[in-house]
């Protein structure tokens, strides 16, 4: 009964590189949300997703970064030209149906560094 | 502009006693409060609920109590064990559809020592 996977756990990035983090929800679930932990900071919403469409992307920064939900496959956290500020701890979550607070489980996160 | 506050970083308590933990909100908009544990190299994992409509929820060892005039909630756990080493997340959200937007503190670590 596998969790939320998240891979990898880390990433280094060199400034102007491109990240990319994957995200596998739950067996059955089909809602996947993307929350960024800052350092000295709580976590903080980026994005929802259901299967193939964005349905809340209020949180994430509108310009480098994009998420995606495809048909198959893991949801997609992507960065284009990472800067230092994006250093941090990317956390998905998945959920059944929408959720409340109580029906998101997390991942384990993947920390990414900015060199 | 930090609208949820965990104002402290850490916390030691000896085996057996009660640990406190608190937090303190500032938009009266949330009237659905959560908290999470966090262990090292883990995601967060949920802990326990409180409703705006209730004043005190519990389960087992651990019980929230919420004062909506003061904006301020409180995690306590009796007897700490030495498992519940973790850092500890107080979250808010608004009820209704967009309650998967969780509002998080900063965490505070709790140390329990045997």
């Known amino acids: 009964n596998a969790g939320v996977m998240q891979n990898p756990r880390h990433l280094v990035r060199r400034r102007g590189q491109e990240a990319r983090l994957r995200c596998s929800p739950m067996k059955g679930h089909s809602h996947v949300y993307w929350y960024r932990q800052l350092p000295e900071e709580g976590l903080k919403f980026m994005v929802y997703l259901q299967k193939e469409n964005i349905i809340d992307e209020s949180g994430m920064p509108k310009e480098r970064f994009s998420a995606e939900f495809p048909k198959e496959g893991p949801s997609i956290l992507r960065i284009q030209q990472v800067v230092r500020g994006d250093s941090a701890a990317y956390f998905c979550?998945?959920?059944?149906?929408?959720?409340?607070?109580?029906?998101?489980?997390f991942g384990s996160g993947t920390q990414l560094s900015v060199l | 502009d930090q609208q949820v506050k965990q104002n402290s970083p850490s916390l030691s308590v000896q085996e057996g006693r009660i640990s406190i933990l608190n937090c303190d909100y500032t938009n009266s908009m949330f009237d659905y409060f959560l908290w999470y544990k966090k262990y090292p190299a883990e995601g967060p994992t949920f802990l326990i609920s409180?409703?705006?409509?209730?004043d005190k929820n519990e389960d087992g060892r651990f019980t929230v109590f919420l004062n909506k005039s003061a904006k301020h909630l409180s995690l306590h756990i009796v007897p700490s064990q030495p498992g519940d080493s973790a850092v500890y997340f107080c979250a808010a959200t608004g009820s209704g559809a967009g309650s998967y937007q969780l509002t998080f503190g900063k965490g505070t670590k709790l140390s329990v020592i045997p």
């Open positions: 979550a998945s959920s059944r149906h929408q959720g409340d607070g109580e029906k998101l489980f």
């Open positions: 409180i409703s705006s409509i209730k």
